[in-house]
């Protein structure tokens, strides 16, 4: 009965181990990628780019995701690098435009700023690491899945770039917060079609199992990284 034990525990730690070891590499190769994407980038050309990924998405959104799940290629990725810059972009120039209004809220220091910035960098990873540690069935890279995930949010990202709209008129928050959390709700959808598509599971039920689960630690993921005044 004790050597069962020892041999399950040394699976287990085998397990954990090769893991660890699996996500560091790919966390090299990504951050590897990232600096390769960005690499002598035509702005011009990239905005062209990210328009044309945009208008695809707005006309099929479920198919652009099922084909970025399952592109190998990861040809979205730089566009997807793009689409979290002007996210974190957008919520620093809203949190600098909302200091006029409500200082309290938004604090004025260096560190506040960084926290503004780490907020939509951390949404995508922390999710998309859950994903990918997680995920048994299908395994896809980290870049291609950090790259489902970004799509997947993209209406949260349009709602960010909306919001400064109170750059010009605080009385249009109304507006804008409605529309952020219409816009929250069908990123949450996208996401779910995103981590079926990831995972390969074709099954409804078993599909919506998996997305629970994931969001399930996203959010005491989330409520950890609270305390440090990060809000993903």
Sequence with gaps: MEENENQNQNEVNQEIFETKQELKNETLNTVKQVKESMKN???????KVTKGFVTEMLKNPLGKIEEIANDSSNK??????????????AA?????????FSWRLFGSTLLSYIKIILAPLLTVVVMSVIIFLLNKKEKKSLITVLTTVTTAQLPVIIAEVINLLVL???????????????FS???????????RDLYGEKEEKVAFKNFVIVEAIYVVVSFVISYLGIYI
């Excluded at 620093?92 to 006029?100: M, N």
């Excluded at 010009?168 to 219409?182: D, N």
């Excluded at 709700?185 to 981590?195: D, N, T």
């Design 41 to 47: 980038v035509n702005v011009k050309e990239e905005a």
């Design 76 to 89: 979205h990725f730089k566009t997807a690098i793009i689409l979290v810059i002007i996210w974190v972009i």
């Design 92 to 100: 620093l120039l809203g949190s600098i435009s909302f200091k006029y």
């Design 168 to 182: 010009f008129s605080s009385s249009i928050l109304k507006i804008t917060s409605k529309i952020s959390g219409f």
């Design 185 to 195: 709700i069908i990123s949450i959808v996208f996401l779910y079609f995103a981590i």
